[in-house]
């Protein structure tokens, strides 16, 4: 995932047809002008990535005498801006009119219908048709005949201002001798930008000014490549080779995850840096002083990071530097905060939390932090009910391993097979190892002997207070 910002822009016409019957071969052709432009604006300059429009034509009080069991046809032709947007087809009939399979021309239709059509992308014009192939499902006085044609935005599209023209609409229908009626009801654009766009920025994020790099800005960038710092300077500001990045700071973030990998807040040059392949690198002057300092107080390894209204990803496709509007990032850092009366112990240096409670609940440890945490099981999949058991992991950095005191064997439980256990190995005759060792360690001594055995064996029978145990 991800929530999608989409609006929707709607015009009316209304196209009323009266003309006479037209006898040729048989058949009466009806059109009507019906010429306009269709306009998107979200106003943010955002540069987006698998964005999709939805054309959404409504036809409405289509009439047609009921006696007409012909072949309905309605024509029409869309203009668009191959720069910024494409048909999103797979199917139809190519520049060459040879035909293939047309069924994704259009994802919505009136029932019994098809579609075809023909994408001529030199002169950005989609002609489309649909029709009734059968002759059985004739539109009769419908209010609701209404089709959707997709179109994909590309990904250094900048949603500005995206234009679609419409032309004349033509209806053929053999066999009548009567004229027909027919409203455009309605057009409707649905345009859904990704990422998501929010019109106001957090009030503790960092702005980020240009695509690219511009010296005194703050920059964001996407590696396509392995590359330094000094090479991805290059690639925008080739008249000065000797320039370096001692008065900013910089973080690299993983674009999956946008886990921070690597910072220097430092006065070093950092050229030599090398920014990985998918990796996002951001720059914040130190002239911009507000957004510096929040960077120093924030910036930590495995801190995330979320990049708002910019898609780096397709910025990196650019040639040449990008003014950003209303772009920017936050930085949260999830390190575990357990609470201070929390019956745990957070040992940061080995990545281990000790607990002290009896079969605790999933959404009872997670209540023990300040912050929210993911838990895992063993195989790295998310843990959302249950019991907590020994050897869970909570989401963070490498994994930080879970320790339930007295949970040998690692269900979540202790009872008899958790001290057996224990005394088996105090007598030789099971090793216990990892995670299954620190359970049975209650005093934490690092040693395993008869006291962790006598211990276990009082936490069953409930003579001691477990959670005294961490502390």
């Given at each position: 995932?991800?929530?999608l ?5 709607a ?15 048989n058949?009466?052709?009806f ?22 429009i ?21 024509m ?15 199917g ?18 009136p029932?019994?219908w098809?579609c ?26 419908s ?12 990904p ?94 910089i973080?690299?973030a ?32 130190k002239?911009?002083?507000n ?9 930590a ?11 780096p990803?397709?910025?990196a ?36 939390i ?11 440890f997670?209540a ?9 099981d ?38 008899s ?5 224990v ?13 299954m ?35």
């Amino acid at each position: 995932m991800k929530k999608l910002f989409a609006f929707l822009m709607a015009v009316s016409m209304l196209i009323t047809l009266s003309v006479p019957a037209i006898a040729e071969e048989n058949e009466t052709v009806f059109s009507a002008s019906a010429s306009a432009d269709y306009e998107t604006s979200n106003g943010l300059g955002t540069y987006n990535s698998n964005g999709s429009i939805d054309i959404t034509v409504s036809l409405g009080e289509v009439s047609i005498p009921e006696t007409v069991m012909g072949i309905s046809v309605f024509m029409f032709k869309i203009g668009y801006d191959k720069d910024m947007v494409a048909p999103a087809v797979s199917g139809g009939i190519d520049s060459d009119g040879e035909s293939f399979d047309y069924t994704s021309l259009m994802t919505k239709l009136p029932d019994g219908w098809e579609c075809f059509g023909k994408v001529d992308s030199e002169n950005s014009i989609f002609d489309l048709a649909i029709w009734d192939p059968t002759s059985i499902n004739p539109i009769v006085e419908s209010d609701a005949l209404e089709i959707v044609v997709p179109f994909t935005v590309k990904p250094d599209a900048k949603g500005d201002d995206i234009v679609f023209t419409f032309n004349d609409c033509e209806i053929v229908e053999p066999n009548l001798e009567e004229n027909a009626t027919i409203e455009i009801d309605e057009i409707t654009v649905e345009y859904a930008l990704y990422p998501d766009v929010i019109s106001e920025l957090p009030e503790d994020a960092l702005s980020l000014e240009i695509g690219g790099f511009q010296d005194g800005a703050n920059v964001v960038y996407y590696a396509q490549n392995d590359m330094t710092v000094s090479e991805y300077i290059y690639t925008y500001n080739q008249e000065d080779t000797e320039f370096d990045m001692s008065n900013y700071g910089i973080l690299i973030a993983d674009s999956k995850t946008g886990r921070i990998t690597y910072f220097d807040i430092s006065d070093n040059a950092k050229s030599d840096v090398v920014i990985p392949a998918g990796h996002y690198f951001i720059g914040v002057c130190k002239d911009n002083t507000n957004d510096f300092e929040k960077l120093v107080g924030i910036v930590a390894i495995d801190a995330v990071v979320t990049i708002y209204n910019i898609n780096p990803e397709a910025v990196a496709k650019l040639t040449e530097n990008v003014a950003l509007t209303d772009a920017g990032c936050g930085i949260v850092d999830p390190k575990p905060i357990l609470k201070e009366d929390s019956p745990a112990n957070y040992n940061f240096e080995n990545a281990l939390i000790r607990v002290g409670a009896m079969k605790l609940r999933i959404n009872d440890f997670k209540a023990l932090f300040e912050n929210d945490i993911t838990v895992l099981d063993e195989n790295g999949k998310v843990v959302k009910s249950g019991y907590v058991k020994t050897g869970m992991t909570i989401d963070y950095a490498d994994g930080v391993t879970i320790i339930m005191i007295g949970d040998v064997y690692a269900d979540g439980k202790i009872d008899s097979f958790d001290y057996l256990y224990v005394r088996r190995h105090c007598f030789k005759t099971l090793e216990l190892e990892g995670a299954m060792f620190l359970a049975a360690d209650i005093d934490n001594s690092g040693d395993l002997n008869s006291f962790d055995y006598l211990l276990v064996k009082r936490i069953f029978f409930k003579t001691i207070d477990i959670s005294a145990l961490v502390k």
